[in-house]
C-alpha cells in the first residue's frame, strides 16, 4: 500500500482529483467507482474544477457508487444518490445512463444486488475505486465482523455508524438501519484503489490500518493490505497518531 500524507484537507483533495483526471485522460471510457461521506467532497468541488477550467471530458465515463441507504428514495435530500447529483453529477457532462447508484428501494433487493455485480463485470470491471473508511474501519458499509460478504449485499449497520452519520439526518432515530453496499470482493476486484482519509476523527483508525500490514475482519479496510495498487491519501490530522508512533 502506497502512502501519501498532504498537509491539510485541500491538498488531500487535490492529489487525488488529479489522479482520478490522470485515469480519465488515460482511458476515457474508464469505470469510475465513488464514494459518499464528508471526506470526498473536496475532490468532486476539484475534479468539477479541473472539469470546467481544463476541459477534463466525463461524457464516456461509467460510474458505479459504493453504496445506498435501504429504504431511501433517490429524491431524498439524505441519499446518496441526491448527494451524488449534487455534488458532483450535476456540474459534469456525464450522460445519466452511465451512472450506477445502488437503489435501496427496489421490491427484489437481492437480484437487485447480484445485477449490480454483474453490470461492473459487463462493462469490464471497475477501473479505479475511491474509497473513504469509517472510524471503525468500514469501507463502502461492509461494517467489521465475525465474517465479510464478498458480493454488493444488504447489510445492518452499526450503532457507531450510524452515530458517525446522524449529523446528516438531524437524529439518530432518523439514520436508515440498513444499506446496501458493494462487498468486500467487488471492491477488491478494482484494479487501483484510492483511499482517502481526512481528519482527527479518523487518526486512530489510520494508525491502526497502517502500524502493520495483518489483515483481520474487524478492520475490513485491512483487506487492501492484499490489494496490489491501493494508495492512501491522507492529510496531516488523519496521520497524526501514525506519525506520533514513528517518532
Ligand atoms: C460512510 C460511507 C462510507 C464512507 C464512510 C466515511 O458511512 N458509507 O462510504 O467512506 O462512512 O464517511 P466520512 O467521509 O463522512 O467520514
Avoid: W
Avoid at 500500500?1 to 474508464?30: F, N, Q
Avoid at 475490513?220 to 492512501?232: G, K, Q, W
Amino acid at each position: 500500500m502506497k502512502t501519501i500524507i498532504e498537509e491539510t484537507y485541500e491538498g488531500m483533495s487535490r492529489m487525488a482529483a488529479r489522479i482520478v483526471a490522470d485515469e480519465i485522460r488515460k482511458k476515457p471510457d474508464m469505470v469510475l467507482g465513488l464514494a459518499t461521506g464528508g471526506t470526498p467532497l473536496g475532490m468532486y468541488k476539484e475534479l468539477i474544477r479541473i472539469h470546467k477550467q481544463e476541459g477534463l471530458d466525463f461524457s464516456r465515463v461509467i460510474t458505479f457508487n459504493l453504496d445506498e441507504y435501504y429504504g431511501l428514495s433517490p429524491d431524498n435530500e439524505q441519499s446518496y444518490h441526491y448527494y451524488m447529483y449534487e455534488n458532483f453529477f450535476k456540474h459534469i457532462n456525464i450522460k445519466p445512463e452511465n451512472i450506477h447508484i445502488p437503489d435501496g428501494t427496489v421490491e427484489d433487493i437481492n437480484e437487485f444486488c447480484e445485477e449490480y455485480d454483474r453490470e461492473i463485470q459487463r462493462v469490464g470491471g471497475i477501473d479505479l475505486q475511491v474509497l473513504g473508511i469509517g472510524r471503525n474501519g468500514h469501507i463502502g458499509f461492509n461494517e467489521p465482523g465475525d465474517e465479510l460478504i464478498t458480493e454488493t449485499h444488504v447489510t445492518t449497520l452499526t450503532e457507531e455508524t450510524r452515530i458517525a452519520n446522524a449529523r446528516f439526518f438531524g437524529k439518530l432515530e432518523n439514520v436508515p438501519e440498513k444499506a446496501v453496499t458493494m462487498g468486500l470482493g467487488t471492491i477488491m476486484k478494482a484494479k487501483k484503489i484510492l483511499l482517502l482519509a481526512s481528519g482527527r476523527e479518523k487518526a486512530g483508525i489510520m494508525s491502526e490500518l497502517l502500524s502493520d500490514t495483518n489483515v483481520t475482519t474487524k478492520v475490513p479496510a485491512s483487506f487492501l493490505h492484499l490489494h496490489p495498487d491501493t494508495t492512501v491519501i491522507m492529510d496531516r490530522d488523519s496521520a497524526m497518531e501514525l506519525l506520533a508512533k514513528k517518532l
